[in-house]
């Protein structure tokens, strides 16, 4: 048994300290996954990866009515908190007092249309949910892929099965979703 999954189980039984303890041991990783995914976010974002991590921390943490499975369910259940950050801060930015559908574009780029990256999030995250409906397994795959920037290989370990199982299900995963994002935009238009 992994130091984390014992420090869980501490958690869940109501130790006080054990949270303490559970931080240090999985603040680094949680970091890098932070940054990892933050990188491929707009320029202009303004959620730094610790924010997003401490954020995710408090989400986690917080509930006290999770009962730790282990560390998979843990990193998992980081990438759903992670994930739903990004998305009510993408819907925050896409708040009509915020602007609403309006984005700000350089001078120099005035001429080309660029979808803006909130919209694709939140498209990204409804067809998501629509997936999760029809296989779960797979969506918590996309999540920790997609979301946290996971590897294949560190993703298949957390879910507990073979790479080549989590390439297939990749695989599958993003052709279903650009299906369902691509169906959802021509019945838009």
């Known amino acids: 048994m992994s130091d984390i999954t014992r420090i869980l189980q501490s958690v869940d039984s109501g130790d006080a300290k054990a949270s303490a303890e559970l931080l240090p041991l999985v603040y680094e990783e949680l970091r890098k996954l932070a940054i990892a995914k933050m990188a491929h976010e707009a320029p202009n974002q303004t959620?730094?990866?610790?924010?997003l991590v401490h954020e995710a921390w408090l989400r986690l943490i917080g509930n006290?009515?999770?009962?730790?499975?282990?560390?998979?369910?843990?990193?998992?259940?980081?990438?759903?908190?992670?994930?739903?950050?990004?998305?009510?801060?993408a819907r925050r930015k896409h708040a009509i007092r915020h602007g609403g559908c309006q984005e700000r574009l350089d001078v120099d780029e005035i001429e080309i249309a660029a979808p803006a990256k909130e919209q694709e999030l939140i498209a990204m995250d409804e067809a998501l949910e629509r997936f999760a409906a029809v296989d779960k397994?797979?969506?918590?795959?996309?999540?920790?892929?997609?979301?946290?920037?996971?590897?294949?290989?560190?993703?298949?370990?957390?879910?507990?099965?073979?790479?080549?199982?989590?390439?297939?299900?990749?695989?599958?995963?993003?052709?279903?979703?650009?299906?369902?994002?691509?169906?959802?935009?021509e019945i838009k238009q």
């Open 137 to 185: 397994q797979k969506a918590e795959l996309v999540k920790l892929r997609y979301f946290i920037g996971l590897t294949i290989e560190e993703s298949a370990r957390i879910l507990d099965i073979s790479p080549p199982t989590a390439k297939r299900w990749w695989a599958y995963s993003r052709a279903w979703l650009y299906n369902e994002i691509q169906d959802k935009a």
């Open 64 to 89: 006290e009515d999770v009962k730790w499975q282990g560390r998979a369910h843990f990193f998992g259940a980081a990438a759903e908190a992670m994930r739903r950050i990004l998305i009510d801060e």
């Open 47 to 51: 959620l730094q990866p610790t924010a």
